[in-house]
């Protein structure tokens, strides 16, 4: 069983050497391919070190840029099995080995594991997907409100472990590179399923998550991850619209979210220095991207 490996990495050099660490242990991989999106901290120096990594260097363009190249590189190693994950999750080392126990069924086309957060079970798997009724979540029967002790079918996972089959990327082809962050998994997930695959959840395949902790009180991390907001907002308008099976979801659903936030940002930006006036006209065109679907990089 050929097993590649691909991490993507941004300027977390000892996460990513930690996250290396383990895959290393991992004795089914065949091959580890790191997939280095413009680091400046130092890791494109340590990565030339590593004499036992195949490693692609290239500007930054996200999370689902990253998988896009590093899947690509995976399917011309002629890998059968493709492991995709960030640089802060930590495979537990049989964790291939549990997952690889389900390989031999041809539907299968995805493989997830458990990931544990500080012992605790830490999931956004789902098992359903709700595509015509625009007031309910996408995301239906998830996995972090049951107790799941044997392995069950989901609908989708993060790539955060994520295993693919390469007969599925050759049927359903590689990440919408486009996305840049967020939602990337899910729509490969949706993908594969609407192509007729399986997502099997194992929880007997442990991975460990690294615990952001941030002294940063709720204005200065509310600056940090201001930019991400466009993404969630468009990439989310961009699922409901290209999966919704009616006009309600494929436009309603996004538009609730979105008045959300413009609502908060007309709330806060008087009082705290996160939000101005101008971003309700940024969240507004970042609605209006998804619905039409022009992605890229803001």
């Known amino acids: 069983m050929n097993v590649v490996a691909v991490v993507v990495t941004y300027n977390r050099r000892e996460l990513l050497k930690r996250n290396l660490s383990c895959l290393r242990a991992n004795r089914p991989v065949q091959s580890i391919v790191v997939v280095n999106n413009g680091s400046t901290d130092g890791t494109t120096e340590w990565l030339k070190e590593q004499k036992d990594l195949i490693v692609i260097h290239q500007e930054n ?5 990253g998988f896009y190249r590093g899947i690509q590189h995976a399917c011309q190693l002629k890998a059968d099995w493709i492991w995709c994950m960030d640089d802060d999750v930590f495979p537990r080392a049989d964790c291939m080995e549990h997952l690889l126990q389900y390989a031999d069924n041809p539907s299968v086309g995805i493989l997830a594991p458990r990931r544990l957060m500080e012992g605790n079970i830490f999931t956004n798997d ?14 239906q029967k998830k996995l972090k409100k049951q107790q799941v ?7 989708g996972t993060a790539f955060e472990g994520l295993c693919i089959r390469r007969e599925a990327v050759e049927a359903i082809g590689l990440p919408n590179k486009d996305l840049f962050i967020f939602c990337d998994d899910t729509d490969y997930c949706l993908r594969a399923v609407l192509a007729g695959y399986k997502i099997l959840y194992i929880p007997s395949a442990l991975m460990d998550k690294e615990k952001f902790f941030s002294s940063d009180n709720w204005e200065q991390r509310g600056k940090k991850k201001k930019w991400k907001r466009f993404y969630q907002i468009r990439n989310a308008a961009y699922l ?5 099976k ?6 309603l659903r996004s538009f609730h979210a979105v008045l959300g936030y413009m609502a908060i940002v007309l709330v806060t930006a008087p ?3 996160v939000y101005t006036l101008r971003d309700v006209a940024k969240f507004w065109k970042a609605y209006r991207d998804g619905v039409r679907e022009k992605l890229g990089k803001y």
């Open 240 to 244: 409901n619209h290209r999966y919704g």
């Open 126 to 139: 789902f098992q359903q997907v709700n595509l015509t009724n625009p007031f309910a979540s996408m995301y």
């Open 61 to 65: 363009v996200g999370g689902s840029g």
């Open 149 to 155: 002790d044997a392995p069950v079918e989901i609908c």
């Open 246 to 251: 009616n006009w309600a979801v494929r436009y």
């Open 271 to 273: 009082f705290k220095d």
